[in-house]
């Protein structure tokens, strides 16, 4: 299973969107699967407030987790870890026109050729192609750093 797949079964069973991003990286990160759970439990749904989309935050934590930071050299670190958050969400706001939950729910969208990923999958759910595409920026912004 693909972290696509993985990340859309999490879903499925009950997981948020965060939760469901974080843990289909777990391979990566270090996190075990329940680390991830409950590390990104509290972030669906805009951290229940609307704000930024948990498959976003879920994605944040992972480009995070990759990105360590260096004790004798915090600033450059998290200056790091900033630029690829914002690429993040630069690439999925070129794809959706927002990032907080609230405004995308608003939107009706459909996979097309902007999202690969959830076009390969027939996915149709809102929350599903959310998280399939956030998880597929974040393995692009990876294979790019390789």
Excluded: W
């Amino acid at each position: 299973m693909n972290r696509f797949e993985k990340a859309h079964d999490y879903h499925h069973r009950g997981f948020n969107c965060c939760q469901s991003v974080l843990a289909a990286f777990s391979d990566v990160t270090g996190l075990s699967e329940q680390a991830s759970f409950d590390i990104g439990g509290g972030f669906g749904a805009g951290a229940g407030t609307g704000e930024l989309c948990g498959a976003l935050s879920g994605a944040v934590m992972t480009l995070g987790m990759l990105t360590p930071v260096d004790p004798n050299e915090p600033v450059v670190s998290k200056k790091r870890t900033v630029a690829l958050s914002k690429e993040l969400q630069k690439r999925f706001v070129e794809k959706f026109g927002a990032l907080r939950c609230t405004e995308l729910l608003q939107n009706q969208f459909a996979p097309d050729e902007s999202t690969p990923a959830a076009q390969k999958m027939g996915l149709t759910g809102h929350c599903d192609i959310m998280i399939v595409t956030a998880v597929e920026i974040v393995e692009e912004i990876l294979a790019e750093r390789a």
